[in-house]
Protein backbone atom coordinates (compact mmCIF):
# COMPACT_ATOMS: atom_id res chain seq x y z
CA UNK A 1 0.00 0.00 0.00
CA UNK A 2 1.51 3.20 -0.80
CA UNK A 3 -0.62 6.70 0.46
CA UNK A 4 -1.73 9.35 -2.13
CA UNK A 5 -2.41 12.17 -1.33
CA UNK A 6 -2.02 14.36 1.41
CA UNK A 7 -3.83 14.43 4.76
CA UNK A 8 -6.46 17.47 5.21
CA UNK A 9 -8.38 18.47 7.84
CA UNK A 10 -8.25 17.54 11.43
CA UNK A 11 -7.13 14.07 13.02
CA UNK A 12 -9.48 11.61 14.27
CA UNK A 13 -8.37 11.98 17.48
CA UNK A 14 -8.82 16.04 17.57
CA UNK A 15 -12.11 16.26 16.78
CA UNK A 16 -13.73 16.39 19.98
CA UNK A 17 -17.28 15.80 18.75
CA UNK A 18 -16.04 12.15 18.20
CA UNK A 19 -17.08 9.59 20.69
CA UNK A 20 -15.35 6.67 21.20
CA UNK A 21 -17.36 2.90 21.15
CA UNK A 22 -18.33 1.91 24.37
CA UNK A 23 -20.37 -1.02 24.36
CA UNK A 24 -23.42 -0.35 26.64
CA UNK A 25 -27.13 -1.38 26.65
CA UNK A 26 -30.33 1.04 27.49
CA UNK A 27 -32.82 -0.16 29.49
CA UNK A 28 -36.38 1.41 30.46
CA UNK A 29 -36.14 2.72 34.09
CA UNK A 30 -32.52 3.56 33.89
CA UNK A 31 -31.19 7.37 32.97
CA UNK A 32 -28.22 6.34 31.98
CA UNK A 33 -26.86 3.03 29.44
CA UNK A 34 -25.25 0.49 31.83
CA UNK A 35 -22.24 -0.56 30.45
CA UNK A 36 -21.01 -3.81 29.57
CA UNK A 37 -17.20 -3.36 29.60
CA UNK A 38 -14.46 -2.60 31.69
CA UNK A 39 -13.33 1.52 31.18
CA UNK A 40 -9.64 1.11 32.67
CA UNK A 41 -8.55 0.40 29.36
CA UNK A 42 -8.94 4.24 28.62
CA UNK A 43 -7.85 7.36 29.88
CA UNK A 44 -10.02 9.72 28.20
CA UNK A 45 -13.30 8.97 29.79
CA UNK A 46 -15.23 11.88 27.18
CA UNK A 47 -15.15 9.04 25.10
CA UNK A 48 -18.18 7.43 26.38
CA UNK A 49 -20.14 10.30 25.27
CA UNK A 50 -22.16 10.67 28.59
CA UNK A 51 -21.72 11.87 32.21
CA UNK A 52 -23.95 11.29 35.65
CA UNK A 53 -22.51 14.41 38.03
CA UNK A 54 -23.65 12.31 40.71
CA UNK A 55 -22.32 8.86 40.29
CA UNK A 56 -19.05 7.23 38.64
CA UNK A 57 -18.89 4.91 35.71
CA UNK A 58 -18.57 2.18 37.88
CA UNK A 59 -22.28 2.29 39.30
CA UNK A 60 -23.33 1.84 35.66
CA UNK A 61 -21.20 -0.95 35.10
CA UNK A 62 -22.17 -4.31 34.61
CA UNK A 63 -18.97 -5.93 35.21
CA UNK A 64 -19.50 -5.44 38.98
CA UNK A 65 -22.99 -7.38 38.89
CA UNK A 66 -21.19 -10.56 38.17
CA UNK A 67 -19.68 -11.97 41.17
CA UNK A 68 -16.24 -13.59 39.63
CA UNK A 69 -15.43 -10.77 37.50
CA UNK A 70 -15.83 -8.29 40.33
CA UNK A 71 -13.45 -10.62 42.43
CA UNK A 72 -10.76 -11.15 39.62
CA UNK A 73 -10.94 -6.86 39.29
CA UNK A 74 -10.37 -6.77 42.72
CA UNK A 75 -7.24 -9.45 42.40
CA UNK A 76 -6.07 -7.17 39.94
CA UNK A 77 -5.95 -4.09 41.27
CA UNK A 78 -4.28 -5.63 44.17
CA UNK A 79 -1.39 -6.63 42.12
CA UNK A 80 -2.43 -10.67 41.64
CA UNK A 81 -3.39 -12.53 39.13
CA UNK A 82 -5.41 -15.59 39.26
CA UNK A 83 -6.03 -17.84 35.92
CA UNK A 84 -8.98 -19.70 37.57
CA UNK A 85 -11.46 -16.88 36.44
CA UNK A 86 -9.40 -15.62 32.67
CA UNK A 87 -12.82 -17.01 31.20
CA UNK A 88 -15.43 -15.20 33.19
CA UNK A 89 -13.20 -12.12 32.11
CA UNK A 90 -14.33 -12.72 28.50
CA UNK A 91 -17.92 -12.40 28.67
CA UNK A 92 -17.50 -8.23 28.52
CA UNK A 93 -16.00 -6.08 25.73
CA UNK A 94 -12.50 -5.04 26.41
CA UNK A 95 -12.18 -1.32 25.37
CA UNK A 96 -8.70 0.39 24.92
CA UNK A 97 -7.66 3.90 23.98
CA UNK A 98 -4.59 5.15 21.98
CA UNK A 99 -4.57 8.89 22.71
CA UNK A 100 -2.88 10.85 19.80
CA UNK A 101 0.57 11.89 19.64
CA UNK A 102 1.66 14.51 17.75
CA UNK A 103 4.58 13.92 15.47
CA UNK A 104 7.41 16.56 14.69
CA UNK A 105 6.14 16.26 11.37
CA UNK A 106 2.45 16.71 11.62
CA UNK A 107 0.38 20.08 11.03
Not at 42 to 70: C, F, M, N
Request: proline residues 8%.
Amino acid sequence: YEPQGEVVGPRFSQVREIFGYIPSVQLPGFPFPLLVCDLSGIQDLGLVGWKDTERPYSEHSLIYDVPRVAERLALEEGGKHDSATEDVLRIFSIVKEWPYEENEGDN
